[in-house]
């Protein structure tokens, strides 16, 4: 159920006196319910009120709902649109979406209860969205947050974890694909620490020889190799007080993960060269984008170093499983690369923010901001397209144009049947064939997408990854 204490509002825009009483009988027990005829009226309650949501007519005498749905995301973008429709075509219920409209009903409304569904659905996920702000503004007042861009459930539960662990000395490991922000939190918790006045020192593991990695951190003595000119300190002492963050662990070699050990159970090591230890005192955080417990099992990573790093955990999820962040991620670098080229105020168009949203970004927050970058720097006009993005951004966006090639010259409800269909592959696909993720992605609840996947005879398990298995053995044994 909806949590807040007051009623929410909603606006109906209809011509139909029916309609419009059928959904002020249907809502107006739960909620405020205001109703328009034309679009003028529609336009003077919106700038009156604050509505939760907005149910709009697509076909309206000599006018267009299009042109208030698109109103409605550029200046109410909190408020949720449900396009209905009896005369409208495909391709304008599609463009009704790619507009930002969250829902799309077919006049005449046979399932009164598919209104309040549809209504409560959308209320519900508004409030977790508003809901996680205000939690997001109450771990500011506490925590230092700027380096992070987000407002998921996901990155809020990852902000109260660093709220906690940030004060301590205890060492982290930090989990996550490349490029969704290992370094971002590793240094986040540094800032947020007694050490915040001290150095963050960053390395990544992966790009160094072993012989470099262990000149760089342990330090040289003078005459310990070849171009050993002079005594130099590492990082180990450079970070004296502070933070060292070692990404990409997984990469070290066994000898230096030993090395690693001792600095890190007794607080001291040998600089290369040298016959005698040194003392340091810094906090040690970690980083892999590879599963730690496998390279454990190989044989390539010490357990007992594993167990060291391991004592506080944060799995940073990848993007595609946190649509609430993208947006406001995408947003964010627009305002980012406008400043930094000396570019005027830049927005994003309905139709690429849909392609930012269904794009499926394996390169995570380090792609997307790539994307935007390059989006920002070819943009011509004061809206960017999407042929602003990169080509293999764009190629998806092709296959879309396809796709909707195959269902244009259907009826209405085999149309809707087919986008069903390839809107289900693709969400199995995003979630590497997990029904529960893919009941995360979608809000769909998970008995639903394995019903449908019997009623498309769609095999999820064709879309799973080698490693990828969903959560737990009743799950499997559900599928099975």
């Known amino acids: ?30 909620y405020n319910v205001l109703t328009a005829q034309n679009l003028n009226t529609a336009r003077s309650l919106l700038g009156q009120y604050r509505f939760h949501l907005a149910i709009i007519d697509l076909v309206l005498p000599g006018e267009n709902g299009l042109d208030l749905i698109q109103e409605i995301k550029n200046s109410y973008p909190l408020t949720s649109v449900i396009a209905i429709s009896g005369q409208a075509s495909i391709e304008t219920a599609v463009q009704a979406m790619k507009l930002g409209a969250d829902e799309f009903i077919v006049k005449p409304i ?49 902000l109260q974890k660093v709220k906690k662990i940030s004060k301590l000395d205890t060492t982290v ?15 986040l918790i540094h800032r947020n620490s007694h050490r915040k006045h001290k150095k963050f020192v960053s390395v990544n593991c992966g790009s160094l020889t072993e012989t470099l990695l262990e000149s760089l951190l342990f330090g040289h003595k003078r005459g310990a190799f ?14 004296n007080g502070g933070t060292l963050f070692l990404d990409e662990i997984t990469e070290t070699s066994l000898s230096f993960q030993v090395k690693l050990l001792k600095v890190l159970e007794t607080g001291t090591f040998r600089m290369v060269g040298s016959d005698s230890d040194v003392t340091t005192d810094l906090r040690i955080l970690a980083a892999s984008n590879k599963d730690i417990n496998d390279s454990v099992r190989k044989g390539t990573f010490r357990e007992d170093l594993y167990y060291r790093l391991n004592v506080i955990t944060l799995h940073i999820s990848p993007l595609r499983e946190r649509r609430d962040d993208m ?25 690429m923010m849909s392609l930012i949203l269904n794009h499926p970004w394996r390169g995570n927050v380090r792609e997307l901001r790539n994307a935007i970058e390059h989006a920002v720097i070819l943009a011509e006009h004061s809206i960017i397209q999407p042929e602003d993005l990169p080509e293999n951004v764009l190629e998806q966006t092709t296959e879309e144009k396809k796709q909707f090639g195959l269902i244009e010259n259907l009826d209405w409800q085999e149309a809707k049947q087919e986008f069903e269909r390839m809107y289900l592959i693709s969400l199995l696909k995003r979630s590497s064939g997990s029904l529960s993720q893919a009941a995360r992605l979608s809000s769909i609840p998970r008995e639903n997408i394995y019903k449908k996947c019997s009623k498309y005879k769609i095999d999820y398990n064709q879309f ?3 490693h990828t298995s969903d959560t737990g053995s009743k799950e499997e044994n559900y599928e099975n």
């Open 327 to 351: 947006k406001i991620l995408a947003n964010a670098f627009v305002r980012e690369f406008c400043a930094k080229y000396h570019k005027k105020e830049l927005k994003i168009s309905p139709a």
């Open 173 to 187: 490991l930090i989990t996550g694909e490349t490029g969704v922000g290992k370094s971002v939190f590793a240094e």
């Open 110 to 158: 046979h399932n009164l209860d598919l209104i309040n569904i549809q209504v409560e659905k959308l209320l519900q996920t508004q409030w977790l969205l508003e809901e996680n702000q205000r939690l997001n503004d109450l771990i500011q007042k506490d925590i230092q947050t700027d380096l992070i861009i987000g407002n998921s459930p996901a990155i809020q539960q990852l």
């Open 1 to 30: 159920m909806i949590n807040p204490s007051t009623k929410q509002s909603i606006l109906v825009v209809d011509d139909s006196a029916e309609t419009l009483e059928l959904f002020l009988l249907q809502l107006s027990n739960d």
């Open 226 to 239: 070849t171009d050993a000119i002079r005594d130099k300190i590492g990082y180990f002492q450079e970070a």
């Open 464 to 466: 799973r990854k080698p």
